[in-house]
């Protein structure tokens, strides 16, 4: 058995850490690591429950050199290779292996750069990779979902051993990561599925962390995953979430809720640019002074960024963003999130139109096609806008994006907590967006009243009806159905801000009698019954007929 040490993270370097978007680094010496022997052949089939937990070195504490690291990670795309040297400089030994030898040596390359070059080892064998880890193995893979995951998977249990484990932390559907922990679980390993939210910058300086699985897995790699985290005011981006696949739950509508925000966001960006003929510069005023308020997140800061940013290809001066192509593309996650939320019948309009915007966005050669036939608004006679409209314009932007955030969040964390109780998770809904405050896409001020609204009331049945959000909501909405309005009357689509507006006029109201009437539909063609709201039982009418109504 490997040393205690090896447990241990070794002492952090002195160098500096590069601030997030830096890629300034210093060059140092390093020796090649050394290859160990193949790894013991798993053996019993009983699920082990990890030894020893891995904790950080007490301050100015020195941990005995060993071969043995206390992690390994598999898939050195960006992601991997990232995540990898962030864990490197916390402290915690790392051994790394890629598929293509490649990127194996591009990591390894990495550290040595940036003076990680003692605590991270690149393996081109597997064997040799598990064999160079401390019992009990603790693996995490970074690649593809899917397939490739199930690969990885079949050469890893070759070589590990019951005790060991695997924690998959790709963007992986909830119910494959079930799927493999019951499998894997005869081996007598603990599978773990890691939502890790951020990016290429949030991977090496800091994610967000969403682990769910065994929770005695969790517990030995806790010392770590709070270590790596993004680091708040209230502490570490990290939390348990849950057993089975609640990890990558949260984290696939996580993904859910960024496309709602981003869609928003674009919408506000196309009502100032279209309606209130702004420019790229005064719009980055803009959302620079938004970040400032309540709506300070990092994507309303790199909005203004984006804005900012002048087309180096031309050197005109002109704003990049302009010159974009229009088609956004889509990796899965948020068209996973639809899915669920109509398998659970949770409504969740404002994210499933973000994605039909997508969709709508990647037919370009249609859209160019259909622009000469089909007819908007006039805009020959349109008046120009003063500064004054302008400024109103601006403010009523501001509250509808806002009111249509509260919203987006609203409609992603109640298909959360569905799936949560449904498959018995225990979700801390308040836990979950405190993680959410730091290093992930959709990190925001915000948050904290989320948090807050949740603390009060963990069975709160809608963040539109907490006290306080229900008062912003309702301070919002003449601005908000104002920008509405005004968008549909210039032909501008805003399908992600419509759908939270119809979202909040839909659940406010005690009777629709849209309702009602589809309902009578159903009855009429179908004979699906209904009930009334003045009398109890289930009731079937014979409309088309004599009108004699029956009581089921």
């Not at 864990?87 to 990591?107: E, Y």
């Not at 398998?343 to 000469?372: C, F, G, M, N, Q």
Request: glycine residues 10%; hydrophobic residues 45%; negative net charge.
């Amino acid at each position: 058995m490997a040393p205690v040490a090896a447990f241990l993270p070794a002492a952090p370097v002195t160098a500096a850490r590069a601030s997030v978007g830096s890629r300034s680094s210093a060059l140092v010496s390093t020796a090649p690591p050394t290859p160990l022997g193949r790894a013991p052949s798993r053996g019993a089939a009983a699920v082990v429950t990890p030894r020893m937990t891995m904790e950080a070195p007490a301050p100015g504490a020195t941990t005995t050199p060993t071969a043995k690291a206390s992690v390994g990670l598999v898939g050195l795309a960006v992601m991997g290779q990232n995540l990898a040297l962030n864990i490197a400089d916390h402290g915690f030994p790392i051994s790394v292996f890629n598929r293509s030898a490649s990127k194996t040596k591009d990591t390894v390359a990495r550290a040595e750069a940036e003076g990680l070059s003692e605590k991270l080892s690149g393996y081109e064998d597997m064997a040799e990779f598990v064999a160079s880890l401390a019992t009990p193995r603790r693996v995490i893979m970074l690649v593809k979902a899917g397939a490739p995951v199930d690969a990885t998977i079949a050469v890893l249990r070759e070589h590990l051993e019951p005790g060991d484990m695997i924690i998959d932390g790709g963007n992986e559907f909830y119910t494959n990561t079930e799927r493999r922990s019951k499998d894997l679980a005869g081996d007598g390993l603990l599978y773990m599925g890691m939502g890790v939210s951020g990016g290429e910058d949030g991977a090496r300086l800091g994610p967000s962390l969403m682990p769910g699985g065994p929770r005695s897995a969790y517990e030995a790699l806790e010392p770590m995953l709070r270590s790596i985290a993004a680091q708040v005011d209230d502490g570490p981006c990290v939390t348990y979430i849950g057993t089975g696949g609640a990890g990558n739950y949260v984290k696939m509508v996580h993904n859910g809720i960024e496309y709602g925000d981003m869609q928003l966001i674009g919408e506000a960006y196309d009502v100032l640019k279209t309606v209130g003929g702004m420019s790229a510069s005064e719009i980055a005023a803009v959302f620079e002074e938004w970040n400032e308020s309540n709506l300070q997140s990092f994507l309303v800061e790199i909005t203004a960024a984006i804005l900012r940013t002048s087309d180096d290809l031309v050197g005109d001066g002109s704003a990049l963003v302009e010159k974009v192509l229009d088609q956004t593309g889509a990796k899965g996650t948020g068209m996973w999130t639809v899915q669920e939320a109509a398998a659970r019948l949770v409504p969740i309009p404002t994210i499933a139109a973000a994605l039909e915007a997508r969709y709508l966005s990647a037919l370009k050669e249609d859209r160019t096609a259909a622009s000469a036939v089909l007819a908007g608004p006039s805009t020959d006679a349109a008046p120009s806008v003063t500064a004054e409209e302008k400024a109103a314009l601006v403010a009523a932007v501001r509250s509808a994006l806002y009111a249509s955030k509260i919203c987006s969040y609203a409609q992603g964390m109640n298909l959360i907590r569905a799936a949560g109780k449904e498959y018995g998770w225990g979700l801390d809904l308040g836990s979950i967006s405190r993680i959410w405050k730091g290093g992930c896409i959709i990190r925001a001020v915000f948050l904290d009243r989320i948090k807050a609204a949740y603390d009060v009331d963990a069975e709160l049945a809608s963040l539109l009806v907490d006290p306080g959000f229900a008062s912003e909501l309702a301070s919002a909405q003449s601005a908000w159905r104002s920008v509405v309005t005004t968008a549909i009357n210039a032909g501008v689509s805003v399908p992600a801000m419509s759908g939270s507006l119809a979202y909040y006029d839909t659940y406010r109201r005690t009777v629709l009698p849209s309702a009602q009437m589809v309902q009578s539909q159903r009855d009429f063609f179908g004979s699906h019954t209904y009930k009334r709201l003045d009398k109890d039982g289930v009731y079937h009418t014979r409309w088309s007929s004599d009108g004699v109504t029956e009581t089921q």
